[in-house]
């Protein structure tokens, strides 16, 4: 009988390793045929979105960013045209599901749709559940109160104390900021989709100042003279305005982040804005905080006429 050499003997068993190596690579299944199939990897986002030519898109609305005719349901505004620019970018139709603030990420985080583009205020609280696309425009908090009493209010910290009561929307980031640092003020939480319920509050006489972002501020000020602006030049916690994904979409993140600085670099956001009065991106940041004074072209009305 022949003899194996211990050298042989290794040669032997280091090639039974590279066999069952290589299976293992290929990976075992059980088929109709009882064969092998190769194991592949989840569909991404971009791809599944190129592949069904369809982009499902969550929102909530926000004038001028995201706006919503009561008779027809018919979709505008500044976001609307840029969420159609690169969906026709994909050969793909925009399909949208009407989200509130406060549940935008779990109907992400369900796959109710790939992309929130609600206007939303960029936090590290919301971070630790979504990506947030790069900065589309930048904007505060500030907030109304009756005619004559907003300058009471010279910062944050004078609305901070006991006796007054300040309305918030449960789930906005100006929520976050008064929950951990007003101690002394009465805090009226409320809950429901209308970002304008925390003015609405001021209004009904359930609050002394409402807060809400600048922008929806502005807006509920054209139809309440009885109220003025709160904070108009020291507003609360400015940061930017985004759009989100699910935490594990690095890829359709980097798509989208392409899409919209194409658009800021050839024109096309300036364009899109300017349909609507309001100027978000195309003028300076400091504009917008922290010494807001609002220029004329801001009280024009929709559609910039």
Known sequence: ??????????????????VVASLTAVGCGSGTGGGTRLQTQPEGT?????????????????????????????RSGVFIDMIEAIGRALDAKVVYHKVDLANFVAGLQA?????????????????????FTRPIFYAGYTGVSKRGQASRYGNWQALDRKGLR??????????????????????????????????????????????????????YLREHPELEEALAKTPIAPTYFAWAVRPDDTRWLLYVDTAIGYMEDVGDTYRYESKYGIPLLHEKKELQFPAMSYPDYWKLPQGGK
Do not use: W
């Open 111 to 131: 796959r109710q749709f790939d992309l929130c583009i609600g206007a939303t205020f960029a936090t590290p609280q919301r971070a630790t559940a979504v990506l």
């Open 166 to 219: 300040v309305a918030t929307k449960q789930g906005s980031a100006i929520d976050d900021f008064v929950r951990e640092n007003f101690k002394n003020a009465e805090i009226v939480r409320l809950t429901g989709p209308d970002l304008t319920l925390p003015l609405a509050a001021v209004s009904a006489g359930q609050a002394d100042v409402g807060l809400m972002n600048q922008l929806t501020v502005f807006t």
């Open 1 to 18: 009988m022949t003899r194996i050499s211990a050298q042989d003997r290794n040669k032997i068993v280091l090639l039974a390793l590279l």
């Open 46 to 74: 971009l791809e599944r979105i190129r592949t069904t030519k369809q982009l499902d898109v969550g929102y909530f609305l926000f004038e001028p960013t995201i706006m919503e005719d009561p008779s027809t349901h018919q």
